[in-house]
């Protein structure tokens, strides 16, 4: 069973731009969820998808979207980027709702540089 | 609301002996807990769960961890440590009483990066 995909693994864009990153869920999956990594912060809860409806949303400016296909895969847009936006943004799919199980299926993440 | 501190953010052992990596939580209802383990320029993998069955739970890899609840405690230790082992580590917790069953509802540490020494 193929695992949870992630494109492009790495990008670089600058300042202003916009950003689209791409993210695939195992077969069957139906929640999507998107985290931020960074040195300083950690992990951090962008957005969830579940049956292509956000269900969550986490602490973020609205310059960070995204959204859900009806075969679940998901993309996450950043517009207006900033270099604070520099990360590694990692996708996660998981059966159901992910804070019933905690069950997390990750990607390898695109790593983000923005100049 | 519910948060966890890993202890050390930083742990070098020597390969063949003991890891402990540190984890306590806080949460207003009975959570489930988490390990799981990100090695370099992967992303997270889980290690083993902990959902108010038994309290030491056994994980891949050779790992285990014991929830002590009245020390809100989630320890991870593993017998004999592996150069394989050197990854950073995540204690998660998630309190869907809290979240209602959604991903806002997993708070993770901070991370604990085991050095391996050979």
């Known amino acids: 069973k193929a695992g949870v995909t992630q494109t492009p693994r790495y990008l670089i864009k600058t300042r202003g731009q916009q950003v689209t990153l791409s993210c695939s869920p195992i077969s069957g999956h139906r929640s999507v969820s998107w985290y931020q990594q960074t040195p300083g912060q950690g992990l951090q809860f962008l957005f969830e998808?579940?049956?292509?409806?956000?269900?969550n949303k986490g602490n973020f400016p609205g310059r960070f979207s995204g959204r859900q296909f009806s075969n679940s895969r998901s993309e996450m847009n950043v517009s207006t980027l900033e270099l604070g936006d520099s990360a590694l943004y990692l996708c996660a799919s998981s059966p159901a709702g992910t804070g019933i199980t905690g069950e997390l299926f990750f990607g390898e993440g695109s790593r983000l540089t923005v100049l | 609301a519910q948060s966890v501190t890993q202890l050390d953010s930083h742990v070098s052992v020597s390969e063949g002996t003991p890891v402990l990596l540190r984890c306590n939580y806080s949460s207003s209802y009975s959570p489930s807990l988490f390990w799981y383990v990100q090695h370099p320029n992967k992303g997270l993998q889980l290690l083993l769960k902990?959902?108010?069955?038994?309290?030491l739970v056994k994980g891949i890899n050779g790992f285990e961890a014991e929830f002590k609840k009245s020390e809100t405690s989630f320890h991870l230790t593993k017998p004999s440590a592996h150069m394989s082992d050197a990854a950073e580590y995540f204690c998660v917790v998630s309190d869907v009483w809290y979240s209602g069953g959604g991903a806002d509802g997993l708070t993770f540490g901070k991370g604990t990066h085991l050095i391996i020494q050979p």
């Open positions: 998808y579940f049956s292509e409806t956000q269900r």
């Open positions: 902990y959902t108010s069955a038994a309290t």
